[in-house]
């Protein structure tokens, strides 16, 4: 049975002529005749009486009518639904980014992105880089904003620079800040009770790293939250974080932020997706909104011409290497 018989028949039974069938469906009458014959044979049964010249259903013809009308409705909306998904005005875009970038980046892009295309819903996975890595890997997530480098290990994705941001010490308001109190050395944190990330957030990799790198190692009064209770563990007193700059410029009053003294510390997050299947158009036309709303707002040093020095580890070409 051809999805084409269907239409035939339906226009057939709906007009009880052959030629006015012919005509709505724009064949050839002979051409329309010979295809509800071949309907005809294969279904076994005949469908349209055609006694002296009267064109009427049979009662296996009454039988499919309705049903050839539901498969060609279904068929119609299974058109509308694509070509919605086609033109943006349905679908979905699964996003994943680190706690950070969904408290610092992501709501005003998302906004952006909502008002150009109302219709797609956004999921968000917020987890680590490495989590999300996974995730992506096993196809639950079309885009993820990441920390390079990536793990390794990891699985075929390409990756897009999106930006570089400095990471930034803070400390209670009514704490005293480590060292001069202008900038803060690595070094100054030697003994300085801190509050650590859970195992897999990049950020506490980093920190440990750059102590770890400069001799010592980091001594934690809490550790295990993700980025909101880290915060709130800074701003009871319990010690001191490194958090990057645009969580902490919307930290509030209670919290102090000191900068890294040079060369500091700084994290490169890219936009990444897998390399062995393209993302949906809705991905894509976020990806757009992503790198436009970047393009521009990084420093033109920070800009990747493949010889910068920085090795994606938020490192400077001054610094020791790891």
């Known amino acids: 049975m051809q999805f084409q018989q269907l239409v035939y028949f339906v226009a057939v039974a709906e007009t009880r002529h052959f030629t006015r069938a012919a005509e709505r469906v724009h064949v050839s009458q002979p051409s329309l005749s010979q295809q509800i014959r071949a309907l005809e044979n294969e279904l076994g049964a005949q469908l349209v009486s055609r006694a002296r010249g009267n064109i ?178 800074v701003r009871a007193g319990l010690g001191t974080a490194v958090v990057p700059r645009m969580v902490a410029a919307r930290s509030g009053p209670d919290l102090r932020v000191t900068p890294l003294a040079a060369p500091g510390l700084r994290r490169t997050i890219a936009l990444a997706h897998r390399s062995d299947v393209a993302p949906p158009r809705a991905a894509r036309e976020l990806q757009k909104v992503l790198l436009a709303s970047h393009r521009d707002k990084r420093d033109p040093l920070d800009r990747h011409d493949g010889n910068d020095g920085d090795d994606g580890r938020g490192k400077r070409p001054d610094q020791d290497d790891a």
């Open 56 to 233: 009427a259903l049979t009662e296996a013809g009454e039988a499919l009518l309705p049903l050839a009308r539901r498969i060609l409705a279904d068929a119609d909306t299974a058109r509308l639904e694509v070509q919605e998904l086609a033109q943006l005005r349905r679908g979905r875009v699964r996003l994943g980014a680190t706690p950070s970038l969904c408290t610092g980046l992501l709501p005003e892009i998302l906004r952006t992105f909502h008002d150009m295309h109302p219709g797609i819903r956004l999921l968000i996975e917020e987890s680590g880089s490495h989590d999300l890595v996974r995730e992506l890997a096993r196809g639950a997530l079309d885009l993820a904003l990441v920390v390079l480098p990536l793990p390794s290990p990891s699985p075929a994705l390409t990756t897009v620079e999106l930006l570089r941001e400095d990471l930034v010490v803070v400390t209670s308001a009514a704490a005293p800040v480590p060292g001069n109190g202008r900038a803060v050395r690595i070094a100054d944190l030697r003994d300085e009770p801190m509050v650590m990330f859970r195992h897999g957030y990049d950020l506490r990799e980093l920190t440990v790293a750059a102590c770890r790198a400069d001799g010592f190692e980091p001594t934690f009064t809490v550790e295990g939250g993700e980025m909101d209770a880290v915060l709130g563990f």
